[in-house]
T-cell receptor, first 112, second 114 residues
Framework: AQSVTQLDSQVPVFEEAPVELRCNYS??????LFWYVQYPNQGLQLLLK??????LVESINGFEAEFNKSQTSFHLRKPSVHISDTAEYFC??????????FGTGTRLLVSP | EPEVTQTPSHQVTQMGQEVILRCVPI?????FYWYRQILGQKVEFLVS????????KSEIFDDQFSVERPDGSNFTLKIRSTKLEDSAMYFC????????????FGSGTRLTVV
């Protein structure tokens, strides 16, 4: 069985500061890893994903995540956050043609 | 950009009543899913559907739940006799391939059982 752990339920940060949202996973097979973002009263949007190849993946709005197999982690980072990044961020894992297993989410609160 | 459309956005129903949540997946997608998110909790998998049959379901998806693709475009989730604990946000998703490849989620239906 697969599982995802997001240790931080909430991360407050000031605008233009760097941020890291932590994600650790557990799986007995090869995995695919995802970060989804949920803005208030909206659905889930794919932020970025790791399927294979380069372990560092980037999104179009400045987020990046690095797949670390030895530490079973897929932490999400952004060097400088904006107020508009305030949202809930979910890490998820899948093993191919299977369902997504989500973490409990991290609420990123960006203040001026 | 193609979207997954869910209706209604919010539904209130009385305990014991049947509800049908509707979804229109992206037209060339082959895999369809329902997930739910109880307020303040994580997103949980309910069921996946491929080739007109359920391919996987979770423990949550008991006999009270059913899915259907009645007309080749809609994908519905039926809850036969709602319980208070069914109150949640229900997300539909579709993909060209399984396992999160190219997943697109709808904006969700908030179901409130009173």
């Amino acid at each position: 069985a697969q599982s995802v752990t997001q240790l931080d339920s909430q991360v407050p940060v000031f605008e233009e500061a760097p941020v890291e949202l932590r994600c650790n996973y557990s799986s007995s097979v090869s995995v695919y890893l995802f970060w989804y973002v949920q803005y208030p009263n909206q659905g889930l949007q794919l932020l970025l994903k790791y399927l294979s190849g380069s372990t560092l993946v980037e999104s179009i709005n400045g987020f990046e995540a690095e797949f670390n197999k030895s530490q079973t982690s897929f932490h999400l980072r952004k060097p400088s956050v904006h107020i508009s990044d305030t949202a809930e961020y979910f890490c998820a894992v899948s093993s191919g043609f299977q369902k997504l297993v989500f973490g409990t989410g991290t609420r990123l609160l960006v203040s001026p | 950009e193609p979207e997954v459309t869910q209706t209604p956005s919010h539904q209130v129903t009385q305990m014991g009543q049947e509800v049908i949540l509707r979804c229109v997946p992206i037209s060339n997608h082959l895999y369809f899913y329902w997930y739910r998110q109880i307020l303040g909790q994580k997103v949980e998998f309910l069921v996946s559907f491929y080739n007109n049959e359920i391919s996987e379901k979770s423990e949550i998806f008991d006999d009270q739940f059913s899915v259907e693709r009645p007309d080749g475009s809609n994908f519905t989730l039926k809850i036969r006799s709602t319980k208070l604990e069914d109150s949640a946000m229900y997300f539909c998703a579709s993909s060209t391939r399984g396992g999160g490849y190219g997943y697109t989620f709808g904006s969700g239906t908030r179901l409130t059982v009173v």
